[in-house]
């Protein structure tokens, strides 16, 4: 069994002790919090399962990664503390971890990274003989694999775009949607998501991956950007109100242009509620969420994933299928040689052995 630490118990957190706790290779052997609130309580609590796993979280670093455990799963946020996410990966990497995480967004395509992203993490392969394999959904296998995959199934192939479609009142992280992306407020207040050039950051490296594997030169990257003030105040379940005339839908694309033409596309369609801008794209089946792949070409192919967790909750079905990716990449990473990966060297694998298995 590979001992495997969850490092954080938010969005992310919460699905990793379950997919860790549910995989027949893996074994929880710590859980690391932040919040004081949460140090002593057990792990099936804080995910959300029945019973208990006998696993009290701890905020004591030190300790856990003396253990030497031989998988992290890194569930902290890196939004707005990329360079303390940094350090706690490459301290665990330095400990001979194997390291999983959605949280750098730089690194997704590690061949592109700054040096000051790319180089610590390289001098902690070397150090403590660890790895580092980063992904998600979106970013992510919605925009790596999976258009990779359909695209195999055309003859010929025109342009590729990936699409996310969600209804962000559903997200469970009320402060990143109201003050990253600014849903609430004035439409002259600059969210930091949204600010020229952050678009590429998080998402480039999803169109370089792309480009890579189709074997095509990227000429350039650019962004486009359309943002909607709410026509009427709006009250949502779960983040309260949100006042008109202020931001209630976002529409960005992250453009890979090859020959001059945008032929790689990444786009998001964000609101706060189906009423704001509804001649924009909304999920097929008029859902909080989805991710949708269109292949223009000849077949001309469209792939949507709708996925819902914790209480069918789109958001938290796609933060599932996250750490399904990355928990799911472990055991495939401890047999290979200890290195910084990407989503084109780890293989997405068949669910073997977890057909039919409960969890409690």
Not at 88 to 98: F, H, K, N, S
Request: proline fraction near 7%; hydrophobic fraction near 40%; glycine fraction near 10%.
């Amino acid at each position: 069994m590979i001992s495997t630490v969850v490092w954080g118990t938010g969005n992310v957190g919460r699905a990793a002790i379950r997919a860790v706790e549910a995989h027949p290779a893996l074994e929880l052997a710590a859980v690391l919090v932040h919040d004081p609130a949460k140090v002593g309580r057990d792990a099936a609590q804080l995910a959300g399962l029945d019973g208990r796993l006998g696993i009290a979280a701890t905020d004591d670093i030190e300790a856990v990664l003396t253990e030497h455990p031989r998988a992290v799963v890194y569930a902290a946020s890196g939004d707005i503390r990329p360079d303390e996410a940094l350090a706690d990966v490459t301290r665990a990497m330095r400990a001979g971890a194997v390291v999983v995480t959605p949280a750098l967004y730089p690194l997704y395509d590690h061949r592109s990274a700054p040096p000051e992203f790319r180089d610590p993490v390289l001098a902690a392969v070397a150090e403590g003989g660890g790895s580092l394999f980063v992904s998600g959904v979106d970013p992510g296998w919605g925009n790596d694999v999976l258009p990779l995959l359909i695209s195999g199934l055309g003859s010929t192939v025109d342009a590729i775009r990936c699409q996310e479609i969600f209804d962000y009142s559903t997200y469970d992280q009320e402060e990143s949607v109201r003050d990253l992306i600014g849903m609430g407020h004035p439409m002259e207040y600059e969210p930091l998501m949204l600010a020229p050039s952050i678009p590429t950051m998080v998402w480039g490296g999803q169109l370089r991956l792309i480009a890579r594997a189709l074997g095509v030169e990227l000429d350039d990257i650019r962004e486009t950007m359309d943002r909607r003030a709410l026509d009427a105040t709006v009250s949502t379940r779960t983040m309260g109100t949100f006042e008109a005339g202020t931001q209630g839908a976002v529409r960005f694309e992250v453009q890979g242009i090859v020959e001059g033409e945008p032929r790689i596309v990444i786009e998001h369609v964000t609101r706060i509620h189906p009423s704001c801008a509804p001649d924009w794209p909304v999920p097929p089946d008029g859902g909080d969420g989805a991710h949708r792949v269109v292949i223009e070409g000849r077949p001309r192919i469209e792939v949507t994933v709708e996925a819902s967790d914790e209480g069918e909750n789109r958001s938290a079905g796609g933060n599932a299928t996250a750490v399904g990716r990355l928990v799911n990449a472990i055991d495939w990473l401890v047999a290979a040689e200890p290195g910084l990966y990407d989503a084109l060297d780890v293989p997405l694998r068949p669910a073997v052995g977890r057909l039919g298995r409960k969890q409690r």
